[in-house]
């Protein structure tokens, strides 16, 4: 019975082999990768925003959350602007077709159109009561580039006509664009008077304007102004984005339409300029500068808030009423001086003397090898054309002479010859400035000089050395430096700082 419960096992043969590992190809298995990572976080994961883990429905509560604060952001833009028109500037490049004529088109293209127009200033208001909008054209003189560049700076849009009949621009208008480009240019509309009616003629006119576009125009979309509609073309202009530049961003900007002289009661030389038109920009401090193109910086006397002038709607026009005024403090005004005063006290604000040019700095002449660092030093009545060589050797002649039988003749030719030598030794044989230093000082005569003095010897030598180098000045014997040079005291420094050199 032992035997029949015995269990046999299945005894593998030489062919069974193993069975295999598992393969994951050519990357790594996620066991593999979380193995390696050991719990680390990776860097992508910290930095995705949080929003893409949210819930569809919070997702979609955000994106509305801030499309309302874009839209309260461009209301309230609005309110503070005041609703006010939109300024544009036309310039036209076509002389067949004016830029008066280009606003008489503006203004015919709707029969309900409010029109009121300054011919003073170049300036026509246009309110379009279908659109809800109104626009203030400009029609610079473009021959000038500054008061086209000044109405640049306060414009929304920029119309630009161009020529159709031509390919290349004049040197006028290139170099009006040029300035244009330089400055910068608002959002521009690019206009023609008209185009052909046929495909192949409009095409290749379409191709042309490009072409003669390119250099300048941002946007290549080209409206037709007489052919196609100009009421639409007023649509885009009101519902194009304005862009407003840095100089609109930062500071208030008023187009002038009305000018008044006030003047004083009593009488005087001054006078108070009445200024009206719309303001834009930044807010604007009834106690800070105004500057006028043309005429300067001013003070403010008060800011007067009216009626609008010309309103959308004709029948909400009213009498030009004061509804409020705000006056400027004296107090609080910012003065107009534009240059700092100098104060006299101050050493580091010299006075600039008008007639400094006038004194021009008299010729001296001097020995052949000076530097002009050494003229500096020398005093003009110590070098003259006479002091030459030939007086310096007739001087010692004449001590020979004079002295013939004393002892004191070879004294002197020793005197003048040991002299020559040790300058020679020094100085490499450059034995007559030696000479010439002795006898140009009157202090100190060749007759007097005993070489067997040692104190005449010395004082000849500090003469020679204060006379080949000016710029070096030694304390005395038995006085300090600091009590020697006390009157520099205040000089910073002796090499840069400017100095008398006769004070010394």
């Known amino acids: 019975m032992a035997k029949d419960t015995e269990v046999t096992v299945h005894r593998t043969g030489l062919f069974k082999l193993p069975p295999k590992k598992h393969s994951s190809g050519r990357h790594r298995s996620k066991h593999a990768i979380a193995k390696e990572q050991k719990g680390k976080v990776g860097i992508k994961s910290k930095s995705q925003p949080k929003f893409k883990n949210l819930k569809k429905l919070a997702r979609k509560n955000r994106s509305s959350q801030i499309r309302a604060n874009k839209v ?15 300024n544009i500037t036309i310039i036209s490049l076509d002389e067949a077709f004016t830029s008066r004529k280009i606003v008489e088109t503006f203004n015919l293209a709707d029969e309900d159109a409010i029109i009121h127009v300054n011919e003073k200033r170049n300036i026509s208001h246009l309110a379009v009561p279908r659109f ?33 009949e031509t390919t290349n621009l004049n040197i006028a208008h290139s170099r009006l664009l040029d300035v244009i480009t330089a400055h910068g240019f608002p959002p521009t509309f690019n ?8 495909g192949k003629q ?10 003669l576009m390119a ?27 304005k862009v407003r530049s840095n100089l609109q961003k930062l500071r208030p900007y008023l187009i002038t339409e009305n000018v008044q002289i006030i003047k004083t009661e009593d009488n005087s030389d001054s006078f108070s300029l009445l200024i009206s038109g719309y303001l834009n920009g930044a807010p604007l401090n009834v106690n800070g500068l105004v500057h006028i193109s043309g005429c300067g910086d001013f003070q403010l006397s008060q800011v007067v808030f009216e009626n609008d002038p010309h309103p959308l709607k004709q029948s909400k026009a009213e009498s030009m009423e004061i509804l409020r005024a705000i006056k400027a403090d004296p107090l609080k005004q910012t003065q107009l001086d534009s240059e700092i005063i100098q104060d006299p006290m101050n050493i580091d604000q010299p006075e600039m003397d008008e007639n400094e040019e006038k004194y021009a700095v008299p010729k001296v002449k001097l020995p052949e090898g000076t530097s002009e660092y050494q003229a500096s030093w020398l005093i003009d009545d110590d070098y003259e054309e006479d002091d030459d060589e030939e007086e310096e050797s007739d001087e010692c002649d004449s001590v020979e002479d004079e002295d013939n039988g004393n002892d004191l003749h070879g004294t002197e030719n020793g005197f003048c010859a040991q002299m020559e030598d040790e300058n020679f030794s020094q100085n490499g044989g450059d034995s007559h400035s030696v000479v010439e230093s002795a006898t140009m000082d009157e202090s100190i005569d060749l007759n007097d000089i005993d070489i067997n003095d040692d104190h005449q010897k010395e004082l000849f030598k500090k003469e020679r050395e204060n006379r080949q180098w000016p710029d070096e000045v030694e304390a005395p014997e038995g006085m300090n430096a600091r009590d020697r040079f006390k009157r520099y005291r205040g000089l910073k420094s002796f090499r840069t700082s400017p100095w008398n050199p006769k004070r010394i």
């Open 215 to 241: 250099p300048w125009a941002k946007d290549s979309r080209i409206y037709d102004l007489q052919g196609g509609s100009p009421l639409q073309i007023l649509r885009q202009i009101s519902t194009t984005r």
């Open 191 to 198: 206009l023609v008077s008209t185009l052909p009616a046929s």
């Open 72 to 86: 309260g952001k461009i209301s309230e833009e609005k309110r503070k602007e005041g609703q006010s028109p939109i």
């Open 132 to 164: 809800k909008q109104r626009y203030i054209f400009f029609c610079p003189d473009t021959t000038s580039i500054i008061s086209t560049l000044d109405f640049l700076r306060v414009s929304d849009i920029l119309v630009i006509l161009w020529p159709t």
């Open 202 to 211: 409009r095409d290749s006119t379409r191709k042309a304007l490009e072409k």
